[in-house]
């Protein structure tokens, strides 16, 4: 990580959210209420059978009312990134964190399992949000289907990332 970045990664805050089969006005919607600017689709493909969430598509809608949005394949979602992929793209959510309201986005819209003892029911959860924590971010904020948001301890999670 570079010291500028370093400097400037006190008091970051990322949010999660998975698209789910949201209609597009539903899912920004919730964008909206959580004062989402910067969008970071972390899947390893930008694509989705809901036509709304495929790259293209999501980003000129995106860009229309206003969010940024980047594509990190780098981050994983259906396979496996190399670690220094991995690390470069945790970093570019901090960077692009640091300036902006954002959020870290994949296809899964429940963040937990509903086991007993929940899981991490995507990599959103399991895998980044642990290595944005090390790496600096005060606050990871999953946003839920519903509208509500929540906080986790994703370290104390059961994942299979």
Same mark, same amino acid.
């Given at each position: ?8 990664? +006190? ?22 209420? +959580? ?127």
């Amino acid at each position: 990580m570079s010291k500028t970045l370093e400097s400037r990664t +006190h008091g970051i805050i990322v949010y999660t959210i998975g698209h789910g089969r949201h209609a597009w006005t539903d899912f920004l919607a919730l964008l909206k209420k +959580h004062e989402i600017e910067f969008l970071c689709d972390v899947r390893s493909a930008a694509r989705s059978r809901w036509v709304q969430f495929n790259g293209k598509v999501l980003e000129a809608n995106l860009l229309e009312n206003g969010i940024g949005y980047e594509w990190l394949p780098e981050t994983g979602g259906k396979t496996k990134p190399r670690p220094e992929d991995l690390d470069r793209g945790i970093n570019r959510i901090l960077e692009i964190a640091a300036e902006t309201r954002t959020v870290i986005m994949c296809s899964e819209s429940q963040p937990l399992t509903k086991h007993r003892m929940p899981r991490a029911n995507c990599h959103r959860v399991g895998l980044l949000s642990p290595l944005l924590r090390q790496k600096g971010a005060e606050k990871i904020i999953h946003i839920l289907p519903d509208g509500e948001a929540m906080e986790v301890e994703e370290k104390r999670l059961l994942s299979i990332w």
